[in-house]
């Protein structure tokens, strides 16, 4: 019933329409129990209404239309945003939302070049130490009040503060000097080189006639975010729903789209049957929901779905310590034993393309000419023989009279990493090798495991930025406790190379670094490579403009638009009286 | 009675100490550290910013001091402020969450005993008989099915199949139009599922108390004299059975108040309702040990005060407690 209410454009027609609904609905209750005889024909009465409701329900979304300010689009999440100062919170909920809230100085376009966002144009000085930025005049922050350097030079000095507990201060602390040149015009100055900093100053601005002088931790900007963003903060119902509101002097130009609001449903199961039921509007997917459970005519009638890649990978990482996996060629041996295609097809039904190292293909950076580790069993007992491993009667791989066995760990509750444990496993069993699995909570695997550095062979994870900058994953120096090179990789050209690269700004010159770094990672193999998930998306046909593009979808959000005639959500829709 | 009362009341307070000292205990001793799962693995999070956040929230110090800050606080009735990012102060965090899960423990425990004590009362009367032993099975039924796995069959039958009801939430995006008889109807709507899937879990618990309680009672001689001096059936079984069956079931009432503050994390996670259990699962999956402590002092107070409740009520219905 709920949604009906919204799918008719004009106000009086929808109170009326539910209103009739509901009465005719305890009408026919109540009459069927006292006059039996006639229940049949108050039933028929009540399925006629639900008819002509229904009726209404199949409006066609294919029609582009016209682009049109109005309606609403409802998100979801399974996590509520914790803290909307971008500054003081790590999870993505808070993130996506502060995103439509405030801006950085520059962002990635749809094809992932860096451009100005609150700022005009930039100038990087000839010995690449400095940066100058000209600001946009007349950004607005959502109170109303100017924005100008003097808040950008606020956000660089409470993010390196020390009583700020930020996780983001890291790039910030290599700023030699910062200053304000005029009301418009900022510049900052660093000690070497930094070639990630420029794209570090996509960090989100705040506003410093709000913040300056008071303590950033209890600010109420916490929960009411003021920012320059194309969405102004509206409403947070805690547990149920933050709401956003178009942003009508946006400096790019207004949002098609009036109301933003994220749900929180913290059951996944739940999520997929709103938007099922169209309460959600825009979700991803799993690949079992993608392929089969939404390939039916009612919901590709309503939804579009779109597929990309990211900017993620998952591997499987060796302890480099560990006696066996000291040797070059028995990593290489397990790479060529496991077979990524079975992986993919099996487990993501197809939805990613195999991995070939630390970078993925719609990075700039990107290398896919390096060595490739097709599934080969021969190729991997080769080596294997090399390294001094022999067959024994009952199969297993043997070195001076003990057998080659190891414990993969994976985290609990992420099943797609435990069944490409489950498959690794039995391709390593037709090999020789006994692989055991271990299923552990994320807290104690990183505690007591990988802090430890107690363990033989991890199956995990990268979200990577497209920036690329692997200094903390395999850098030689990145080994201490709770740092991220945790499988101990050391290659001197490597260090050299990332070194390089960093302080470098002439990204053709990156470009080579970058490259011959993808080699060496391949050729060394520390990790195997397994694959690059794509994203799975459905978004409601009503809206229109979407492009998907190398960054993603939400590049062009506020083009996004609704033709009047197929719109749901009537303005004031969504607030809580 | 007085006496009593006080006695008890006294008692309560090394036992309500003895809780939270154990509770503080136990929560510090899991492995993990607030933030800790945001943070691992981050790589923009240095050393230097773990050290920050740990003595910022005073991790540094050893636990003794770490449980006698806390205790300096809560005898204040200060309940601290939270841990996770938002950083507010942990009574709010409560307060916001507490109606709704009240709202929906009431009405299901309302539900729960109207229901339940019928058909306890039924099955006793006709042991035995094939209603009985439908009505049996069908409340076993529903304490052995899981809660979201129902749950979620009728999600799809009533909200994605027939369009009738809501999913998930408590009030539609359209709440603040509507007129005030649509706002209890739209809440009303929310609310029919959540309300009675959890008091389909809990039927065959009072049910089946009722039903021994009664049958214990019917075997009494006084009932054979009430029947024997020609009372009619019906007279029998509500004046002079069913007072002295109920005393147990009043028990179960003053022990199922805490229950009233808790939630079931599973159930108000499918059905997208802000209530206690989400708060207390998220609060330890964080490791946000000011909001777990906070929920557990309640939580431990309304135990203790559940119990003395259910005394006390158990000596107003029986004047044998009162008087001895």
Known sequence: MAFRHFLTSKAESISFSSASFTLTDTFVRITTSMLPRHSLLYILL???????????????????????YGDTIVMASIGEASNLIPLLSTDSASHEIAGRVYNGLVKYDKDLNIVGDLAESWEIAKDNLSITFRLKKDVKWHDGKPFTAHDVMYTYKVTIDPKTPTAYAADFQLVKKAEV?????????????????????????????????????????????????????????????????????????????????????????????????????MMGLTPLQFLKQTEYPRFKQEYNKFKYLGFSYTYLGFN???????????????????????????????????????????MWAYNGNVRRYGYSMEKALALLKDAGYEKGSDGILKKNGSPFEFTLLVNQGNTVRIQCAELIQRRLAEVGITAKIRVLEWASLINEFIDKRNFEAIILGWSINPEPDPYDIWHSSKQGVKELNFISFENKEVDELIE???????????????????EIIAEEAPYVFLFYPYATVAIHKRFKGIEPAAAGLNHNFIKWYVPEDQRRYKANAALSP | MLRYLLKRLFFMIPMLFGITLISFVVIHLVPGEPGALDADMNPKVTKQVRERIRSFYGLDKPLHVQYWMWLKRIVKLDFGVSFAPDRRPVIDKIKERLPVTILINLLSMALIFLVGIPIGIYCARYKDSILDK????FVFAGYAAPTFWIALLLMMFFGVYLELLPISGIKSFNFSELSFFDKTADVAKHLILPVCISGFGGLAGISRYMKNSLLEVLRQEYITTAYAKGLPESMVLRKHALRNALLPVITILGLSIPGLIGGSVIFESIFSIPGMGQLFYMSVMARDYPTIMGILVIGAFLTLLGNLIADICYALADPRIRIG
């Not at chain 1, 506003?207 to 194309?230: A, N, Q, Y």
């Not at chain 1, 790479?335 to 293909?361: M, N």
């Open chain 1, 46 to 68: 009540a399925l006629l209404f639900l008819g002509c409701s229904q009726q209404k329900g199949t409006t066609s979304y294919d029609d582009p239309g016209k682009p049109a």
């Open chain 1, 320 to 362: 480099l310590k560990h006696g066996p996996f000291k040797d070059k060629r028995v990593r290489q041996a397990i790479s060529y034993a496991i077979d990524r295609k079975e992986i993919i097809d099996g487990i993501l039904l197809g939805l990613g393309e195999e991995a070939t190292g630390p970078f993925t293909p719609n």
């Open chain 2, 134 to 137: 439908a009505l049996t099975s």
């Open chain 1, 181 to 281: 040149c005029d009301d418009h015009t900022f510049r900052v100055t660093y000690d070497k080189p930094f070639a990630p900093a420029l794209i570090s100053w996509a960090t989100a601005i705040m506003p410093r006639h709000l913040l300056e002088g008071k303590d950033i931790t209890t600010s109420p900007l916490i929960r009411k975010p003021v920012g320059t963003g194309p969405f102004v903060f509206k409403e947070w119902i805690p547990g149920d729903r933050v709401v956003l509101a178009a942003n009508t002097d946006y400096f790019e130009g207004r949002p098609y789209i009036d109301r933003y609001i994220m749900r929180i449903i913290p059951d996944s199961a739940t999520m997929f049957l709103e938007l099922k039921r169209y309460g959600v509007d």
């Open chain 1, 500 to 518: 390089k690269a960093r302080h470098t700004f002439d990204r053709e010159k990156r470009k080579r670094y970058y490259g011959r770094f993808q």
